[in-house]
């Protein structure tokens, strides 16, 4: 065997004892109903489809951020596609009129996409600033999200707007801070529009996460993990208890989904990382 051939088999190798750690379904609780996104996997050397077998027997329920092409291998597992891609980016997004026309014509087809599998959420991301003032940006969103939101209400989907930082990930972004978001919520007026609430960039930009969970629960409809500092595990290494957020949402009802958007840190065994995880947030 030559260096180049060993490299990938001793990969390889890990990776199959690892993914032994679910090769059997783990029993959850179930009273927050986890995701995972790809970022799970990223040290794993796995497939796709045994990074949904995996997600599967960890008790998982969905998997994010992936499309169409690959609803039959999340359903072949049992899992659901929990957030199903738009037509918006993080930089060129709902905040900015010359956009509008191809966002629409993409999210309307993903709105039905999502509801010919019975996937519950579509993504929407606001953009980048370029010097746009936050009255003028939340505007441009409401007047793209009306055009849409009969159709997701018709065909059961909810659009969600993402919250992201914009301190250290995102440095131009819009909709940086959960009362922004919540404008464009209260002013589209529908059920069917809601925010992303990704906990590590909200820690990031305002912190008080349990509070501002609580005070705007109404207009939260899906939820991403990730520690912080570093957007690694969310274990007691970092700032964010995990634990007391979980039970946060259950004390309040959320009947909504949460997905692990953390990537394991340099020399972290993935599978124990995710085990961990989806037992932080199974209270």
């Known amino acids: 065997m030559t260096r180049r051939t060993f490299i990938p088999a001793a990969v390889g190798s890990a990776s199959a004892l690892s993914l032994g750690m679910f090769a059997q379904p783990v029993k959850r609780k179930g009273r927050i109903k986890q995701c995972v996104t790809g970022g799970v996997f990223a040290r794993s050397g796995l497939s796709f489809e045994d990074q949904c077998k995996a997600a599967a027997n960890a008790g998982a329920v969905g998997f994010d951020l992936k499309g169409a092409a690959d609803f039959a291998t999340i359903k072949k597992y049992g899992l659901i596609p929990t957030m199903v891609p738009g037509g918006s980016t993080i930089p060129d997004g709902t905040n900015r009129i010359e956009f509008h026309d191809k966002i629409e014509k993409i999210t309307r087809e993903a709105i039905d996409a999502a509801a010919s599998?019975?996937?519950?959420?579509?993504?929407?991301?606001?953009?980048?600033?370029?010097?746009?003032?936050?009255?003028?940006?939340?505007?441009?969103?409401?007047?793209?999200?009306?055009?849409?939101?009969?159709?997701?209400?018709?065909?059961?989907?909810?659009?969600?707007?993402?919250?992201l930082n914009s301190k250290v990930n995102h440095k131009d972004y819009h909709c940086d801070h959960t009362w922004w978001g919540v404008e464009v919520c209260k002013r589209v007026g529908s059920p069917r529009i809601k925010l992303l609430y990704d906990i590590y960039h909200m820690q990031i930009m305002e912190g008080d996460i349990i509070r501002t969970i609580k005070d705007n629960i109404q207009y939260l409809g899906h939820f991403h993990t990730g520690g912080n500092p570093g957007r690694h595990e969310i274990d007691s290494s970092q700032e964010l208890n995990y634990g007391a957020i979980a039970q946060a949402l259950v004390d309040i009802g959320y009947q909504g989904y949460l997905a692990h958007e953390y990537s394991p840190a340099q020399g972290k065994d993935w599978a124990k990382s995710f085990e961990q995880a989806m037992s932080i947030m199974d209270v």
């Open 117 to 163: 599998v019975k996937a519950p959420n579509v993504i929407l991301l606001a953009g980048n600033r370029r010097g746009m003032g936050d009255e003028e940006g939340i505007a441009n969103s409401v007047t793209l999200i009306n055009k849409l939101k009969a159709q997701a209400e018709d065909k059961g989907v909810t659009l969600c707007l993402e919250l």
